[in-house]
């Protein structure tokens, strides 16, 4: 028997206040702790330029030759929402597969987050709404916040 798929996930999918839904954490996570694949269809760099103009926000790089769309049933990571003070990462793993990973411990009842790294091509189009008091204003990867006007 395989144990590991026996045991509950401690997470649940609820609305969220940031945007649509999210993923909560229903019992103590701890820092380090893989909580979930984020699986998708392997697609070419080429593929997933096409995808992402035609406004899929759910495409990961994988490696120098594939990206990872994961806009597809069973991803449960994909109602992740980005935050601009995460608790959680996405982590490539060997360039080919994708973890969320907790940054911190996470309580339960706590929304899982991860920063979802976009650059800064077109990043007026995508406001961040997570509320924390790091937020830049936009979905964006940490390293760019340099380049946004500071609003406060
Ligand atoms: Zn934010």
Redesign the pocket.
């Known amino acids: 028997m395989e144990q590991e798929l026996t045991r509950a996930v401690p997470y649940v999918v609820r609305t969220s206040g940031i945007d649509g839904h999210g993923l909560f954490a229903t019992a103590a996570i701890r820092a380090g702790e893989r909580l979930t694949e984020y699986i998708g269809e392997k697609i070419s760099k080429s593929e997933s330029i096409e995808r992402c103009k035609a406004g899929n926000n759910y495409v990961f790089h994988l490696n120098d030759e594939f990206d990872l769309d994961g806009d597809v049933e069973g991803n449960i990571a994909r109602f992740i929402n ?4 995460p608790n959680a990462e996405a982590e490539v793993s060997g360039g080919e597969r994708i973890w969320i990973v907790a940054l911190r411990d996470i309580n339960p009842g706590e929304e899982i987050t991860f920063n979802y790294g976009y650059d800064l091509d077109d990043y007026r189009d995508h406001p ?5 008091d ?4 936009y ?1 964006l990867a940490e390293e760019y916040w340099v380049h946004v006007p500071q609003t406060g």
């Open positions: 980005h935050s601009c003070a961040c709404r997570c509320g924390t790091r937020c830049v204003g979905i």
